[in-house]
């Protein structure tokens, strides 16, 4: 079964893209905790970081790349944003699809808050 991103990136379900390559998407999160919420996602179907491998190297180092490429796209690369990978239950990690979370647009408090 493919993972809900992979639909969206395969145009099966909509996606709001703001970027697009051979490894890596970005799409805008569909339930935003910020002005600028955008999810960075290999198209290689990957659980989360527990699955990445040697040869998935590439695509890790291609993700913080694109981070920067979409902050700037964005205008927050200098106010700034926050880059968050959710692994695992105590994570809260809801599509295990790996992703990484740009968050920004505002000033976004602490780190952690527990709810
Ligand atoms: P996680 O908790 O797994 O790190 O985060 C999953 C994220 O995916 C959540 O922020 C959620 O809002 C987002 N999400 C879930 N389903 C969809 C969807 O169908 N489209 C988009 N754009 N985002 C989604």
Redesign the pocket.
């Known amino acids: 079964m493919p993972t ?1 991103f992979t639909k ?1 990136i395969n145009g099966d ?1 909509p ?1 709001d893209f703001v970027y697009r390559d051979d490894l890596v998407v970005a ?5 935003p905790q910020a002005r600028v919420h955008i ?1 960075i996602v290999p198209i290689k179907e990957i659980r989360n970081i527990q699955e990445v491998t040697a040869e998935d190297e590439a695509i890790l180092g291609r993700m913080l790349h694109v981070a920067r490429i979409v902050a700037e796209q964005e205008s927050i690369a200098e106010s700034g944003y926050r880059l968050l990978i ?1 692994n695992g239950a105590d994570a ?4 295990f699809h790996l ?1 990484m ?1 740009l968050l920004g647009g505002e000033a976004l408090g602490p780190l952690l808050a527990k709810r």
Request: hydrophobic share 40%; no cysteine; charged share 20%.
């Open positions: 809900i969206i379900i996606g799409f805008r999160d569909i339930n999810l959710n809260h990690q809801e599509v992703h979370h």
